[in-house]
């Protein structure tokens, strides 16, 4: 009896430490500029104003070698899932490209597919215009990025 015992606890055990390492709460946001892939390492949405220039409906996201700044702005009428027209006047993204050259969204779509959980998803694909009128392909991805109030 005592074996079997001992053999059930370690059963028990055992399963009780098989984690599941892939979580769904991972968070991402990517995006492709002029065949180059980048990725993010933060992103956030806030929906209300939140400061100096963040928020209300915006999508902000960074990478480290960017210091403080952000490369990527969206910033939505809601942030509510549906499809966002992008222009130089509504639903506008901006990005910083590799050479520090500020850029604007001056056609193209966001789309916010999921917002539940103070979780954000979605993409989009942009047409992005520079100050002497050329414009770039701009796609992207983001996923469960953190929403704050």
């Known amino acids: ?32 500029h002029q065949n180059v892939f980048h990725s993010a390492t933060s992103a956030d949405a806030y929906i209300s104003q939140a400061g100096l220039g963040v928020g209300p409906n915006q999508i902000l996201a960074f990478v480290t070698t960017s210091g403080p700044n952000y490369r990527v702005s969206i910033r939505l009428s809601s942030l509510n899932p549906n499809s966002y027209a992008v222009s130089l006047t509504s639903n506008k993204l901006d990005y910083v490209d590799d050479l520090g050259n500020n850029l604007a969204g001056a ?43």
Not at 11 to 18: D, M, Y
Not at 118 to 127: E, I, M, P, R
């Open 1 to 32: 009896m005592k074996k079997i015992t001992v053999i059930f606890t370690l059963f028990v055990t055992i399963l009780s430490c098989n984690k599941d390492t892939h979580s769904n709460d991972s968070s991402s946001f990517t995006w492709t």
């Open 107 to 149: 056609q193209g779509s966001v789309t916010i597919s999921s917002n539940a959980n103070n979780k954000l998803s979605g993409s989009f694909s942009v047409k992005l215009i520079n100050a002497s009128f050329d414009t770039t392909a701009f796609i992207g991805l983001f996923t469960n990025i953190t929403v704050h109030p």
